[in-house]
């Protein structure tokens, strides 16, 4: 039995799920820790692509028990709708989804309060609006919903009764903002759920379950505690985050990878010191088709940066790398990447002393002659040009840590494992 973890590296979109299904083959279990639908991992199933934003990716893979931890807000609507498209893609998931009884619970009302902070705020944090914030609100105040609740209908009506009057009483919302809140669909959709419901201890806990595969959403750089606040996320995404959203403890993990794209993006706003504002971004942009899988909005794009890559991989205590969208380079005829940072005339490698000042540094770069030519059908590293070769071997000394899995396409077997 192994346990072994897929974590973001950057600000999330990095190409989890493709990692995820390939690792998947070997795992009996597949759990996430943190989140919820503000997720959006993106898979090609029988050359079909599919984007789930709660179920694991491992929910592709037959042989995969899918949990959703209680470290999760998880949204019923939402997971009918991931249910839905299962079901049209003809992808048995009969006994294999499991939601944690303590997963706390997103509500129409959650939603709701999201989207009138967001307009409050003037769309200052970019968040989803899918309640994700309010939800873990909610929990640190204990006063959430979660999941065990949605096993008796009546419980659970009352409870966000009560909490829509608590809503009422600080002014979060207005009566008038209820009118277009639909509880009847909501609840059809927590008794759809209630199945899934049960504990996960059990099967986390069994020597002989088989290899368990933890599956990271957003990425390090939007962790609550160790991302670029208050432009975050409201968990812990980072691998510290898996002891607490799962209760399994950091000495038992054996395989921590970081996901990386060969070049960086990010939705919303918040500093981010290697954008790019000329034809480069724009191009980045379109032949990567950097559209966020939750938010349908264009991401920012940008250069490498080994100063951000550095500090994820201590944060996560990372043992190998998975590179992404490294074809997405192939037509460049220069390619950058940040060493380091300038901040009031010093130079700085780590991120952490300048982690609140970040909109203020100036990036500085090596440059990479391109390769000019597809590596989509590259069936080996040695199958790579020398250019790739140089670029991928520099990123993973300068990160100190080696590259594993080299994403060189969409589908699903445009891979190079080169374990």
Request: hydrophobic share 35%.
């Amino acid at each position: 039995m192994s346990i072994n973890v897929i974590v973001g590296g950057q600000w999330g979109d990095e190409g989890k799920g493709k990692i995820v299904d390939l690792l998947s083959k070997e795992a009996s279990v597949v759990a996430r820790y943190q989140g919820g639908s503000n997720a959006g991992h993106t898979v090609y199933h029988n050359d079909k692509k599919i984007v789930l934003h709660q179920i694991p990716t491992g929910i592709l893979r037959q042989n995969s028990t899918c949990i959703l931890g209680k470290g999760m807000v998880v949204d019923p609507d939402g997971i009918v709708e991931e249910i839905e498209c299962l079901n049209n893609n003809k992808i048995d998931y009969s006994n294999r989804i499991i939601i944690d009884y303590y997963a706390h619970i997103v509500t129409p009302l959650h939603k709701l309060i999201d989207q009138i902070n967001e307009e409050k705020s003037g769309a200052k944090i970019g968040t989803t609006c899918k309640g994700i914030g309010p939800t873990y609100q909610d929990k640190y105040q204990r006063i959430g919903i979660r999941a065990i609740d949605l096993l008796d209908l009546s419980l659970l009506k009352d409870k966000l009764e009560k909490r829509i009057k608590i809503a009422l009483d600080r002014n979060e919302i207005s009566s008038d903002d209820l009118l277009n809140v639909n509880l009847t669909d909501y609840y059809n959709s927590c008794t759809i759920i209630n199945s899934f419901i049960q504990d996960s201890f059990p099967i986390l806990f069994n020597k002989n379950v088989g290899n368990i595969l933890i599956e990271g959403a957003q990425g390090t750089l939007l962790d609550i505690d160790h991302g670029t606040f208050p432009y975050v996320t409201s968990s812990n995404c980072s691998s510290g985050g898996i002891s607490t959203g799962l209760g399994i403890p950091g000495n038992k993990l054996d395989n921590i990878i970081g996901i990386f794209k060969a070049y960086v993006t990010r939705v919303g706003g918040g500093p981010f010191p290697t954008e790019l504002f000329d034809d480069n971004g724009k191009k980045l942009q379109s032949i990567g088709k950097e559209l966020g899988a939750t938010t349908g909005r264009v991401r920012r794009c940008g250069w490498f940066d080994i100063v951000a890559a550095k500090y994820s991989a201590s944060i996560n205590g990372l043992t190998g790398i998975a590179l992404t969208k490294l074809d997405i380079l192939d037509n460049f005829e220069t390619i950058y990447v940040c060493t380091h940072y300038e901040f009031r005339n010093k130079k700085i490698t780590e991120l952490s002393s300048v982690l609140n000042y970040l909109d203020e540094v100036i990036p500085v770069y090596k440059q990479f002659k391109g390769w000019n030519c597809s590596i989509e059908e590259a069936s080996s590293f040695d199958d790579l040009p020398k250019e790739a070769k140089v670029y991928i071997e520099f990123l993973s000394v300068k990160i100190g840590v080696p590259i594993e899995i080299i994403s060189i396409g969409p589908k699903r077997h445009q891979i190079l494992n080169l374990q």
